[in-house]
């Protein structure tokens, strides 16, 4: 797992600063996936190095937080992040702290991390630093906070979410003191800003257990400060690749406020409109999707409304049918009809109006189902046969 470009380039770092005389490991959400032999892109190295130290040793860099003690390092094999050890000062919005300061001890840093699962440092060797047992935790699938789990909630209140997360995305149990913290501070989660909420549910719909994810978040009590209905009974069994298939699937739980409700998660346009589209798609299908249905929709709209079908009760119908019913359609896009708005225009010789656009509407739908061939001269000998029917 650490044989790809990502941790070569950390290693190159690493290596690069400890000629230098400095202290420097990989941290976080690599080292835990790592243990797990589950990929990871994200390779981080933390070092004793101050920031212009690390400046100093590399000859191209970036800073990206350096406030914070992040200088980005350009090596051959990629970009790394290289952060200073650090304490973090106050934390007075429950969000971020008032300052940072740099410390020159591993053991420091990994103090202020939130699950012992993420406070475990890799040395180049591969070499593991684990002061606060978190691979006893990883082998034991227990989400567990560092120190005192109220005082890490009370710092930044996302970390309740993310043990929620954890425990859908790698299946695992929240430790009972953790959970119960959780509990106690579930309120605090409103002084968070909606993109981080959306952020880690975004993961939680992909994680390999959602329903349990899912459950974590009701018997947290962190429902009751979330927007939305998320009834983790809906939950069972449910698994997506698509993080925007679990917020299709959120969508059609809320009913007709789910566009509101979304919308305070603040989705984007795209998002938003792929969510409209599988629940559409969701609602065609109770009848049976017509040709226009399967030209209509994107194949992975089709496809994940198809599977919140099959959830729902079993369904005749494959998921291969699917795409094998949309590639046989006599056009895939409406910029594959051989004719235009101009076309229409030359043919009529009439002024543009609500005419146009129902006539090519009905060229198109005409052509999906197979009821008229796409080419320019059926086209016009059937325009100019229906024409005088048209409203103009």
């Known amino acids: 797992m650490q044989n790809n470009k990502e941790w070569q380039a950390a290693f190159s770092v690493i290596e690069q600063l400890e000629e230098a005389g400095f202290e420097a490991v990989v941290v976080g959400g690599a080292v835990r996936d790592a243990i797990l032999n589950r990929p990871a892109h994200d390779v981080d190295v933390a070092t004793n190095a101050l920031p212009q130290e690390v400046k100093a040793v590399f000859e191209r860099t970036v800073d990206i937080g350096i406030q914070h003690g992040t200088v980005l390092v350009i090596v051959p094999d990629g970009p790394v992040e290289v952060t200073t050890y650090r304490t973090d000062g106050e934390y007075t919005d429950h969000r971020r702290p008032e300052e940072v300061h740099f410390v020159r001890s591993l053991q420091e840093d990994l103090r202020r991390r939130d699950f012992t699962m993420n406070a475990i440092a890799m040395r180049r060797d591969g070499s593991y630093v684990d002061y606060y047992n978190g691979r006893k935790d990883i082998e034991a699938g227990v989400i567990r906070a560092v120190g005192e789990a109220n005082v890490r909630f009370a710092e930044d209140a996302l970390r309740m979410l993310r043990a929620v997360r954890f425990s859908a995305q790698l299946g695992f149990t929240i430790e009972a003191s953790t959970l119960q913290a959780i509990q106690e501070k579930a309120s605090d989660i409103a002084w968070v800003a909606k993109e981080r909420i959306k952020a880690e549910l ?8 959602v329903y349990n994810g899912l459950k974590k ?3 947290s009590g962190l429902v009751n400060s979330l927007q939305g209905d998320f009834l983790a009974e809906h939950w069972r069994g449910f698994t997506v690749q698509n993080p925007t298939g679990g917020w299709a699937f959120f969508a059609r739980i809320q009913g007709a406020h789910w566009q509101e409700v979304l919308r305070s998660y603040r989705l984007s346009n795209k998002e938003m ?9 969701f609602q065609a ?7 226009m249905d399967y030209f209509t929709y994107s194949l992975e709209e089709l496809e994940t409304a198809h599977y919140f079908a099959q959830l729902k009760q079993p369904f005749n119908m ?6 094998e019913a949309k590639a046989r359609l006599p056009i895939q896009q409406r910029q594959d009809l051989i004719v235009n708005g101009l076309d229409l225009l030359q043919w009529s010789g009439q002024k543009k109006g609500p005419w146009l656009k129902d006539a090519l509407q009905q060229i198109l739908t005409a052509v999906v ?4 061939a796409n080419e320019r001269n059926d086209i016009k000998n059937w325009f100019e046969q229906q024409y005088s029917t048209m409203d103009e």
């Open 202 to 209: 975004d993961k939680l719909w992909i994680g390999k257990d």
């Open 217 to 219: 978040l009701e018997e």
């Open 273 to 281: 409109a792929f969510v409209k589209a599988v629940l559409s798609a």
């Open 285 to 291: 299908l109770q009848n049976g999707w017509t040709n």
């Open 318 to 323: 494959s998921p291969q049918s699917i795409g």
């Open 369 to 372: 189902n197979g009821e008229l």
